[in-house]
């Protein structure tokens, strides 16, 4: 006796059929209309940097990619929760959180690696002479070796 597989199903038969994957695509598209509809109250600017996370119980989440953007909504708060209060899709809003969450692509782009220069390397050296405690002299050198390893021959 062999084994068959079953034949594969469209994505959309999956959907359709399963009973998780149901309130998952449920969930996406109501946070997916909830998105469209502040992005029309939003300036246009503000748009990308700026996701629905939920909207339970009155109060509305937002996701906001960088601490500018943060704090440009949180001025217009009130204004904000005024116009999206006038939609049908909030009308049982009364609270908006802003939480601060960098895209993961900038977190990449931050993280840099200082370099020593050769003659700060050399100045860092120089000033181990006059240091007396062991301690403080190791860490001065091995901060000094740094810059000797960035030495071109």
């Not at 840099?112 to 050399?122: F, K, P, R």
């Not at 860092?124 to 091995?142: F, H, K, N, T």
Request: with cysteine.
């Amino acid at each position: 006796m062999t084994y068959r597989p079953s034949p594969a199903r469209s994505p959309a038969a999956l959907l359709r059929e399963a009973k998780p994957l149901q309130g998952l695509l449920r969930q996406a598209q109501h946070i997916d209309r909830l998105q469209q509809l502040l992005d029309s109250q939003l300036q246009p600017a503000a748009r990308e940097h700026c996701r629905v996370a939920t909207f339970r119980d009155g109060c509305l989440l937002l996701i906001i990619t960088d601490g500018h953007w943060a704090t440009r909504l949180r001025y217009q708060q009130k204004r904000l929760l005024k116009q999206l209060q006038a939609l049908e899709a909030f009308a049982t809003l009364t609270k908006i959180l802003i939480k601060v969450q960098p895209s993961t692509a900038e977190m990449g782009n931050t993280l840099h690696s200082a370099t020593l220069s050769n003659s700060a390397a050399q100045h860092i050296q120089a000033s181990v002479e006059g240091i007396s405690d062991p301690r403080l002299r190791a860490a001065l050198e091995r901060l000094a070796q740094h810059g000797q390893k960035n030495r071109t021959p």
